[in-house]
Each structure stands twice: as C-alpha cells, then as structure tokens.
C-alpha cells in the first residue's frame, strides 16, 4: 500500500502498490494522482510529499535564471513522464523557497535530491540528460 499525497488537493491517497498503473485519482478532490510531469512544489508541497508520501521522490532545485536548469527542464520532463508512476518527480525553484533550499545545503543549481522514506539517499549538482537522470532515479528502485 502506497500514501499519495494529491498534487492537486494534498491529501494523502492510499493505493494498492499493484494499482498504481490504474490511473487513480483523488479520494477528496477526483484530481488524477499522477499528471506525467513533474510536480512544481513550494516548500510546504515538498515537506509533504517527502513526510507523508510513501513513492521515492525526485527533486529537481533549480532557478529561473539559471540556463543549466533551463536546458535540462525538458529531460527532466520527459523523465516524469516515463518514470511516473513507480516514482514521483517534482522540481523546486530556490528563489521562491529560499529557506528550503538552505535547510537541505542547497549550493548550486541545478541540484537533485533523491529521497526514499523520507531520507536523503543521494544527490548530484549540473545538468544532466535524460539517460543520467533515468540512471540517477534509479539508484531508488
């Protein structure tokens, strides 16, 4: 059994691990839980999914200003798409969550944080393509 919380509504959805291809959806809200792309988080989506969310979570901190993070935003995406629902992606931008990002020593972006359990399990700074970011998910499964 899975804890989803609800990109849309956050309240956390239990799933039978073998239901999660099934496409469901929101208990509360009827929001789809898995949307193919990855979640866009402020810092109090990302406390959430990382405490009560039970799927291995990639995050992705980035900055608008930042042309690394621009230029792996689409492989980044194409990675949810494909990566969903065994594992949920997200991204964070640190300028709208600076706090956050100081809190888990956020140094340079692009930097992704793989979190299982709620823990920390790895983490890797610069642009990376969608076969690095496919090989780095991966490490969670």
Request: positive net charge; glycine residues 10%; proline residues 9%.
């Amino acid at each position: 059994m899975e804890q989803l919380p609800c990109p849309g509504c956050g309240a956390v959805n239990r799933v039978p691990t073998g239901r999660l291809a099934d496409r469901p959806t929101c208990g509360r809200c009827k929001s789809p839980l898995f949307t193919g792309r990855a979640l866009q988080l402020d810092e109090a989506g990302f406390r959430l999914h990382r405490d009560r969310g039970t799927l291995p979570l990639l995050v992705d901190f980035w900055a608008q200003w930042c042309g690394p993070c621009r230029a792996m935003a689409p492989a980044f995406e194409a990675a949810a798409a494909e990566l969903e629902p065994r594992i949920r992606l997200a991204k964070v931008d640190i300028d709208a969550a600076p706090a956050l990002a100081a809190a888990l020593g956020i140094q340079s972006v692009p930097t992704m944080l793989l979190l299982k359990g709620g823990r920390e399990v790895d983490r890797v700074s610069g642009a990376l393509s969608l076969p690095q970011i496919r090989a780095f998910a991966g490490r969670a499964l």
